[in-house]
């Protein structure tokens, strides 16, 4: 389920970084985007370390996005809980890279944690605006965006249930879909 809401994210700032450049993204020419998902015509690896030229760290957030020339860094964790442990996990994942945002800031970056959690079963908490407003979403968008992001965490978890007494799991393609 991760892998394909971070596909959602992944494709969505993509066209956000080249078709609707924002405040933040218009300030340098020099972006560069990093989210561990396979998609092969974008570049994107799964697994890949954190750049390692602004801070060596052991910690992999979900998404990086930086800018070498205004030396500024922006990643996104995202979590999938059930909707009733949605503000411990955001807390979780906020500690955990709190320390990479000490070391990012202490090498003399700019840091911006982000730290998205859609629940299991589509409820997407008010954090979500922070998210999509650092990124200079537009409104619209962003309720569109989140429209399809509950969508297929929804589709997900329906497939996780069906599958609950598969003896082996089947690996499955990504959706390429992500039509209402």
Request: with cysteine.
């Amino acid at each position: 389920m991760r892998d394909v809401l971070l596909k959602t994210l992944t494709l969505t700032l993509t066209l956000t970084l080249t078709l609707t450049l924002t405040t933040l993204f218009e300030t340098s020419d020099d972006w560069e985007l990093q989210f561990d998902v396979c998609v092969k015509c974008d570049g994107q690896t799964k697994n890949a370390p954190f750049p390692p030229h602004i801070v060596p760290s052991k910690v992999r957030p979900d998404g990086v996005i930086w800018s070498n020339k205004l030396k500024t860094v922006a990643w996104v964790e995202l979590t999938s809980p059930w909707e009733e442990n949605m503000t411990k996990w955001h807390f979780t994942k906020h500690d955990k890279y709190s320390r990479l945002a000490k070391q990012v800031r202490a090498a003399g970056w700019r840091a911006i944690p982000l730290c998205v959690e859609v629940g299991a079963r589509g409820h997407i908490n008010h954090r979500w605006h922070h998210f999509t407003k650092e990124f200079g979403i537009r409104r619209a968008a962003s309720k569109a965006l989140q429209k399809k992001v509950a969508r297929v965490a929804q589709r997900c978890s329906y497939y996780l249930y069906c599958a609950r007494k598969q003896l082996e799991w089947v690996p499955r393609p990504l959706l390429t879909s992500y039509g209402d």
